[in-house]
């Protein structure tokens, strides 16, 4: 079962997602340069606060407490304490571009709690063998929204087309490590259909996806447990497919991601 990433300050919601099985939950700190980085975009920054994390902490009593902070920088290592202090599980680094600075921020971390490096820069992509090793690790999570920007893509997921995340999926899984990649969408929205992400991550054996800021939103209609109901159905009848039919699905998303990435460039 693909552990689900919420990403919530809100205690209560934590526990419902809890409550369901196979999430993590996730309190965002991460500031620094991302305003910058993604203005103009539709994109989430988070506003969340150092005491959310021992709140949401307090909530829980078997979901894992993912906590990203802010890019490698002079006040990484106060930041790290604090974090730690307040009770997180896992400690994502965004925004790394060299296998010195992952490297430098697992020496802070020193073993604490396992860290999660989020691949997002095209030099960490480019370094991935490099770093993949890296003691203190837990997990490979790429996240394609900044990545593909980095990439010089117009779609989010052209990354995914082109196998860049397949090659990672392979580096992590040749390093012992879980791999995890992207957000998605309820099953039947999204540019690409969360349907059709789901597939992907069942075929590359990922172990763990972000939900979307569509699975839990003022004006559903479906409860947020219904959709969550729905996504493991799917998961489940993807896992039957057998390589030849998930092959043939790979490759039909491929040409679909292309041909948004397309109109995407027509537009521009």
């Not at 030099?123 to 929204?145: C, F, H, K, Q, R």
């Not at 010089?152 to 012992?176: K, N």
Request: net charge negative; proline share 5%; glycine share 10%.
């Amino acid at each position: 079962m693909i552990e689900l990433i919420q990403v919530t300050n809100d205690p209560a919601f934590a526990q419902r997602c809890e409550r369901l099985g196979g999430f993590r939950i996730w309190v965002d700190l991460e500031r620094l340069g991302k305003q910058e980085r993604q203005a103009g975009r539709n994109t989430f920054i988070s506003t969340h606060q150092l005491e959310d994390v021992g709140r949401v902490r307090q909530a829980l009593r078997s979901a894992r407490l993912m906590v990203r902070v802010n890019p490698l920088n002079e006040g990484t290592a106060a930041e790290v304490d604090a974090v730690l202090a307040q009770g997180a599980d896992l400690l994502m680094l965004p925004m790394f571009r060299t296998p010195a600075d992952l490297q430098t921020f697992c020496r802070i971390v020193g073993g604490r709690v396992p860290v999660v490096p989020l691949l997002e820069t095209a030099d960490a992509l480019e370094s991935v063998e490099a770093w993949a090793g890296t003691p203190g690790l837990g997990e490979i999570y790429m996240g394609l929204n900044d990545l593909h920007l980095s990439l010089g893509c117009r779609f989010m997921f052209e990354p995914l087309a082109r196998g860049l995340v397949e090659h990672v999926a392979g580096v992590a899984r040749a390093t012992g490590l879980p791999f995890g990649f992207g957000g998605i969408a309820r099953m039947d929205e999204g540019e690409l259909p969360g349907r059709d992400v789901l597939a992907e991550h069942v075929r590359l054996g990922s172990s763990a996806v972000i939900l979307s800021r569509t699975f839990h939103r003022p004006d559903a209609q479906t409860p947020f447990e219904d959709e969550v109901a729905a996504l493991r159905q799917a998961e489940q009848a993807l896992a039957r497919r057998g390589p030849a039919q998930a092959q043939a699905d790979a490759s039909r998303i491929a040409g679909t991601i292309e041909a948004i990435a397309q109109r995407l460039a027509a537009r521009a």
